[in-house]
């Protein structure tokens, strides 16, 4: 069975750090390309950055290049997402998601396997 577990949220304040895991079971992670999704209350869920199995590839929303970096260590399963300098905007659900295509994927439809989310929450 696979499973998703994401962990590494919280309340933080504006301009602060925090760094998400999200370790997987079930299947090899270095055949998978990982993606971080994000849900603000009462709002769709957006695509946040994902890493390509393959090359590394990564890809970023435009709302956190240069401050988010997503990462990934194969050797235990798990892919990292950086937050820096954080903002009230960056508040919500975050997902991580896998897919077994080799191209980092903004589509949420992409993606077969979801964890259940981590909380994070900025205050201004």
């Known amino acids: 069975q696979v499973q998703l577990v994401e962990s590494g949220g919280g309340l933080v304040q504006a301009g602060a750090s925090l760094r998400l895991s999200c370790a997987a079971s079930?299947?090899?992670?270095?055949?998978?390309?990982v993606g971080w999704f994000r849900q603000a209350p009462g709002k769709e869920r957006d695509f946040v950055a994902a890493i390509s199995w393959s090359r590394g590839t990564t890809d970023y929303a435009d709302s956190v290049k240069g401050r988010f970096t997503i990462s990934r260590d194969n050797a235990k399963n798990t892919v990292y997402l950086q937050m820096n300098s954080l903002k009230p905007d960056d508040t919500g659900a975050y997902y991580c998601?896998?897919?077994?295509?080799?191209?980092?994927?903004?589509?949420?439809?992409?993606?077969?396997?979801w964890g259940q989310g981590t909380q994070v929450t900025v205050s201004s």
């Open positions: 079930g299947i090899t992670f270095s055949e998978y390309t």
């Open positions: 998601a896998a897919r077994s295509g080799s191209r980092a994927s903004t589509r949420i439809a992409d993606y077969n396997y």
